[in-house]
């Protein structure tokens, strides 16, 4: 099992960028598949990247493209999300989350798919 643990975001101007982290405890954090999801008020959690357990697969969601990038760094057992150009439309509750081998099926979106989840961390773009 593993836990995962928050960190960054905030409040920025549209335009702006944050970083979130999520440092995991337990296992190794590389034998895991690491997503980060978003949601705002209202709507359903969702999908915003992922990650391959070893760092060589990435995919985005269309909205956040070009935009956002996630990398994992094996040795401090932590992923980030870098966000640029952050809009008003990307104010949401982050969330990370780790999935065990082998579960769900390619692109790996759906947040049923992920198994530990991180507390959320709250991300505010003004216009």
């Known amino acids: 099992q593993v836990q995962l643990v928050q960190s960054g975001g905030g409040l920025v101007q549209a335009g702006g960028s944050l970083r979130l982290s999520c440092a995991a405890s337990?296992?190794?954090?590389?034998?895991?598949?690491v997503g980060w999801f978003r949601q705002a008020p209202g709507k359903e959690r969702e999908f915003v990247t992922r990650?391959?357990?070893?760092?060589?697969?990435?995919h985005y969601a269309d909205s956040v493209k070009g935009r956002f990038t996630i990398s994992r760094d094996s040795a401090k057992n932590t992923v980030f999300l870098q966000m640029n150009s952050l809009k008003p439309e990307d104010t949401a509750v982050y969330y990370c989350?780790?999935?065990?081998?082998?579960?769900?099926?390619?692109?790996?979106?759906?947040?049923?798919?992920?198994?530990?989840w991180g507390q959320g961390t709250q991300v505010t773009v003004s216009s």
């Open positions: 337990g296992r190794t954090f590389s034998s895991y598949r």
């Open positions: 990650i391959t357990r070893i760092g060589l697969g990435t």
């Open positions: 989350a780790a999935a065990d081998m082998g579960k769900g099926s390619y692109p790996y979106t759906n947040p049923n798919e992920y198994d530990y």
